[in-house]
Every structure is written in C-alpha cells, then in structure tokens.
C-alpha cells in the first residue's frame, strides 16, 4: 500500500544511572568554633565537639549506584550509559551491619566520628591533649580519658570513669565511676571533684573532693 510507515531500524537512547551515595545520622561537621554570647561575649566552654549516639541508634545508610542501561544507535551499535560511581560501608568495631550492607547501626552507647569516610563508635571519650578553649567542657555518657590536663574552669562530666594523664587545675569534674588523676590535683581553692567511686591521685591540694 502506499504511503504506508515501515520501521526498518529503530534506535534507543541509554539510560544513564545515579552514584551511590551515602547518607549519615550523626553530626559528621564538627564545629571547634567558639559561640558568641548576646553580649559579645566568646563562649570557649560550649563547642560542639562530640556526635552522641546510643545503643542501637542508626549511624549510616548506603543508597547503592543505579548502573543504567545501554543504548544502541539504528545500525546497531552499542550507545553506552555514563560510568557510575560505586561505594560500600566502611566502619569500625562496635558497630553492626544489615544483611545486605546498605544500613550500620552502633552496638554502644558512645560517640560517633568520620574518618577518611570510615565510621568508628567508642564508649571511651578520648582528649588528645588538654581539657581546655581547644575542646570546651565535656560531658559524656561513657569514660572520659584526657592524654594530658584538664585547664582552670572547665567542666568535665562522664557516667563512667575519667582518667586524667596530666594535673587538674580549679577545674569542675563529675563521675559516676572512678576519678583517676595520675599527677596530680591543683585546686586553687576553686576545684571541685566528686566521683562516685575512687579518687585515684598523687596529691591534692586546695580542692573539695567527694
């Protein structure tokens, strides 16, 4: 018949697919900016500087990539789809994965942190050097160890131990475990300390301890 349409080649655009992507339920930014109060002020005590989760809490979950589908042009030839991004769960101990590795969940009641894309939990808080304008008071719901001192007028709270490698001066600092100072205790007359367990220390001197 005439003017009739026959297809005698018929081609198909690819179907270009998505990255994977991961997504994050803890505060992977953290900030070391001091607040400024409403009177100008610089708070050097209220940093952001821990990612509490609990027991259970859901740290990260994985959306795998959509790799697409290929083309082909009329004659047959192969139109690729674009090269996706792929990516997996990386993560430390204290945590666990789903079957299938797309979601983690915390196996403690601690802290979260993001290293090089990798997911580390901890219940021990560890201070790399002093307790001071660098980190801001501390309150945690497990141990707190602090690699060196914990400076005048700061606060450090834990429901467990805390374990001080350095001196403490008139600083503020409440356990629910032991309080262990290795050096020593330098109150100033201003210190206060109260641990619900043993007082471990070389000295101390000019503090109220309980």
Excluded: W
Aim: glycine share 10%.
């Amino acid at each position: 018949a005439y003017f009739t349409h026959v297809i005698f080649a018929r081609g198909k655009e690819p179907r270009h697919g998505t990255d994977a992507s991961v997504e994050y339920f803890f505060n992977t930014n953290i900030s070391l900016k001091p607040k400024k109060n409403e009177d100008g002020t610089v708070d050097y005590h209220s940093l952001d500087t821990i990612a509490a989760v609990n027991e259970g809490d859901l740290l990260a979950r994985l959306t795998p990539a959509d790799k697409g589908e290929n083309g082909c042009t009329v004659t047959g030839e192969t139109m690729p789809c674009r090269t996706v991004k792929t990516l997996r769960l990386e993560f430390g101990k204290n945590i666990r994965a789903n079957e299938d590795r797309t979601e983690i969940y915390s196996e403690v009641t601690g802290h979260a942190s993001l290293t090089d894309d990798k997911v580390f939990v901890s219940n021990v808080y560890e201070v790399a050097a002093d307790v001071d304008n660098s980190t801001g008071d501390i309150d945690y719901d497990g141990n707190v160890h602090v690699n060196g001192n914990v400076r005048g007028g700061f606060v450090v709270q834990a429901k467990g131990d805390v374990i001080i490698e350095g001196v403490v001066e008139d600083a503020v600092i409440k356990c629910d475990g032991q309080l262990i100072v290795k050096r020593g205790i330098h109150g100033m007359s201003k210190g206060s300390f109260c641990a619900g367990g043993n007082v471990v220390r070389q000295f101390i001197e000019s503090a109220k301890v309980s």
